[in-house]
């Protein structure tokens, strides 16, 4: 098969052989990160711009090495300091993007459904680098790409995603792609961040974390955002660690070589203990690496949606 | 000038009437409803194979004017009714200046009648700039004209203040609408909350914050023994407590609008902000309860709630987005599609909601087709197909949910106060 989709806005909108073709093309292009000259024209030419709204390091900088080493230009406009502040729409910034002849906008935003937004407004690829509480599909891409390294396969995995529920992306895409490579998910959080309906997705939910961490192959930890509290619902950090830290204490009850997954940044002692972070179990810093991988291959899979679209034409 | 409309089938549910007749207009006024008129007319309508009703009465309507002419105006929200049947609007008291005292309400007759093309009521505000702190003087109010009050946008949220203000509109025998939405639990949801608003990670607004106000209105109408009207009912638990209401006798009334019956929150998956309104769209069990409510009599009316809004307002991040879809065009083929040709009511039931019932609500002396009566007509092809195109739509905001629904019912001829005022080519 092959891809033909001008946009990544999450895994609720990919087949099952679309998600495949993503893990398999990054697979091809893990490799070209250990070289000594870490490059490939596979993008040359080419104008990625990586437009972020909301505040982001990991991801903007995964993007942009991940362009770079597709050897694509990268520009990076992070709405604090463009013509947002002066009150431009978001479709009239795209529009502005696309005026420049970029090719792919890799869009980060607070608001959930801005990537679908954008890229029905414009003719270039979008890249959703995560929307709101909505999708953040490369992360949870490169979550699955790190699982199937680990165990060769997704399907029948049990996995858990422990932590909040109600405003992570990262769980919503994770849920989509693993159900629908085979996974079996289950979600785990204070009662106050389970969002309603979320049965409905084919998840189980639990409140209780043993119960989450029993027979899970891998658990994913998200990263408690206290900081957005707005309601000030949460219970304290020191009454979270205590119900749904993932503790040593807690995984020696689970299995042993359970697989401990992190979106990052990681807050020590509130979601995750040292230990765990720190120990064998954990592939938070592997994430990282697979995430360069997984970014560079939707890069290219989309951009050559592109190629196949100009040559139809000519 | 005279008209005559030859051979169709009339329907005027205060006459009881459902047959095909010929109706002679003189003078604005409707003359004759009889069988084979022959009298000599300027303009004779054949109007065989079509319906003949009443001028449909909508109840809720944002006009925009006076203040956001950019949205919409008295002048080009009439003309859009009028494509869509409506003779007579009732315009809500939103606008910039609200509605909330002789010099706005003065201001806005002075446009209605310099620049309407069809019939407007005034709708006052309950209390002042809609902020819940203090009521209008709603006796000066009514010496002015206004036929009825509402914060619509706002609920009261100061039971004792809506308490006083159901007394006050009963002392001046007007019906008070309500927009019965609790702030407090509803937030800034931006839509329905349930599996759809997790899924697409965006803030809900729960049925509890239209039921619960509901429940509280009707308790408080009942108390003040003042005749109350739910606006805009988008949920089955609202529909159960005005029925328990009105088993009880209590004087309440409620009207619904196309959208909740015809959509349902699954509109909204590809974030499309056409669908953003408030009260947002619910579940299949709430459609289905509209809809059996509006056959039963719990539901009596069917009004649009037009909310025009620039695309400028609507092209954005889906929880930036003005919450409402226009309607005045759609208003009879949505009604007619989704109630009439699906089975669920026969056309007579169907035209009350629109004209004999918010007459009554409203205390006007429309929606009828009695001789002597305001020349107000709709002249219908009931089963003419047709598709709602962006482009075709003449209201000056073009944000409406129903942009690519196809359509059983279209508005062939509109008479507003004796003279064509809408003729479909």
């Not at chain 2, 300027?42 to 809720?60: F, L, Q, R, S, T």
């Not at chain 2, 007007?174 to 931006?190: A, F, T, Y």
């Not at chain 2, 005749?227 to 805009?232: D, E, F, N, Q, W």
């Amino acid at each position: 098969m092959h891809w033909t989709k001008k946009d990544l806005l999450g895994l609720e909108y990919l087949s099952k052989e679309e998600i495949e073709l993503i893990l398999e093309t990054a697979a091809s292009f893990k490799e070209v990160s250990r070289r000594s000259i870490k490059k490939v024209p596979a993008l040359r030419g080419q104008t990625v711009v990586n437009l972020f709204y909301e505040p982001s390091t990991r991801t903007r900088v995964s993007f942009e090495v991940a362009a770079k080493r597709l050897s694509a230009d990268v520009i990076n406009i992070s709405a604090q300091e463009s013509s947002v502040r002066k009150g431009e729409t978001l479709i009239d910034t795209g529009r502005n993007i696309q005026a420049l002849k970029a090719d792919i906008i890799v869009i980060r935003h607070s608001a959930s459904g801005a990537a679908n937004i954008l890229a029905r407004n414009v003719e270039i690829s979008v890249i959703n680098a995560g929307d709101g509480w909505h999708e953040h599909p490369t992360q949870a891409l490169l979550d699955i790409f790190t699982l199937k390294e680990k165990f060769g396969h997704i399907q029948g995995l049990k996995v858990s995603i422990v932590g909040d529920i109600a405003h992570s992306r990262v769980a919503r895409s994770n849920i989509w792609g693993l159900n629908k490579l085979g996974a079996s998910v289950t979600v785990c959080a204070p009662k106050m961040l389970i969002p309603p309906g979320i049965e409905e997705m084919a998840v189980k939910v639990t409140y209780d974390i043993e119960e989450a961490l029993k027979d899970a192959d891998a658990v994913n930890v998200l990263r408690m955002q206290f900081e957005r509290d707005e309601q000030k619902a949460f219970p304290s950090q020191i009454d979270y660690f205590k119900h749904f830290g993932i503790t040593q204490e807690r995984l020696e009850k689970a299995k042993k070589d359970i697989i401990v997954m992190h979106p990052g940044p990681i807050n020590r002692g509130v979601e995750i203990s040292s230990e765990v972070a720190d120990s064998l179990n954990s592939v938070i810093l592997e994430q990282v690496t697979n995430g360069i991988a997984v970014r560079m291959a939707v890069l290219y899979l989309v951009s050559q949606t592109k190629e196949r679209k100009d040559e139809d034409t000519d | 000038m005279k008209i005559l409309i030859k051979g169709g089938l009339v329907i005027d549910p205060a006459n009881n009437l459902n047959e095909i007749m010929d109706i002679f207009i003189e003078g604005g006024r409707i003359c004759r409803v009889a069988k084979n008129i022959n009298h000599q007319a300027d303009e004779v309508i054949n109007a065989a194979g079509k319906m003949v009703i009443p001028g449909i009465i909508d109840m809720h309507v944002h006009l925009r004017e006076p203040g956001r002419e950019d949205k919409e105006t008295v002048a080009s929200g009439t003309k859009a009714g009028l494509k869509g049947g409506v003779t007579s609007i009732l315009a809500m008291p939103n606008t910039q200046p609200v509605m909330d005292k002789p010099a706005s309400i003065k201001l806005l007759k002075e446009i209605i009648q310099k620049t309407s093309q069809s019939h407007v009521f005034i709708c006052g505000a309950i209390t002042r700039e809609r902020m819940g702190k203090e009521l209008t003087k709603i006796s000066t109010l009514k010496k002015l004209g206004v036929v009825a009050i509402s914060d619509d946008g706002a609920s009261v949220d100061a039971a004792r203040l809506m308490l006083a203000a159901l007394k006050e509109a009963k002392r001046n025998k007007m019906v008070v609408i309500s927009h019965c939405e609790d702030k407090s639990l509803s937030g800034n949801g931006v839509m329905n909350l349930g599996a759809i608003s997790t899924r697409l990670g965006l803030r809900g607004i729960s049925r509890e914050s239209e039921y619960k106000r509901v429940g509280r209105d009707i308790a408080l109408a009942k108390k003040a023994n003042a005749s109350i009207h739910i606006a805009h009912v988008s949920c089955q638990e609202s529909v159960e407590l005005i029925a328990e209401a009105k088993k009880r006798k209590v004087k309440v009334t409620a009207e619904t609008c196309p959208h909740y019956f015809t959509f349902t929150e699954e509109a909204l998956l590809d974030y499309n902000t056409n669908f953003k309104i408030n009260p947002p769209l619910r579940g299949k069990e709430d459609l289905e309860a509209i809809k059996n409510a509006l056959k039963d009599g719990t539901l009596d009316v069917i009004a649009s709630d037009h909310a025009p809004h620039t695309e400028s307002e609507k092209d954005v991040e889906f929880e930036k987005a003005e919450f409402g879809t226009i309607g005045l065009e759609t208003l009879f083929a949505a009604s007619a599609t989704a109630l009439v040709h699906s089975g669920l009511m026969d056309w007579p039931d169907l035209i009350k909601k629109f004209t004999l019932n918010p007459a009554r609500i409203l205390g006007l002396d429309k929606g009828t087709l009695s001789v002597g009566s305001d020349a107000d007509i709709a002249i219908i092809e009931p089963c003419k197909e047709w598709v709602l195109k962006k482009e075709d739509i003449i209201s000056r905001s073009k944000n409406c949910a129903f942009v690519g629904t196809k359509f059983k019912g279209w508005v062939e001829y509109t008479i507003c106060a004796g003279n064509i005022a809408y003729y479909a080519k």
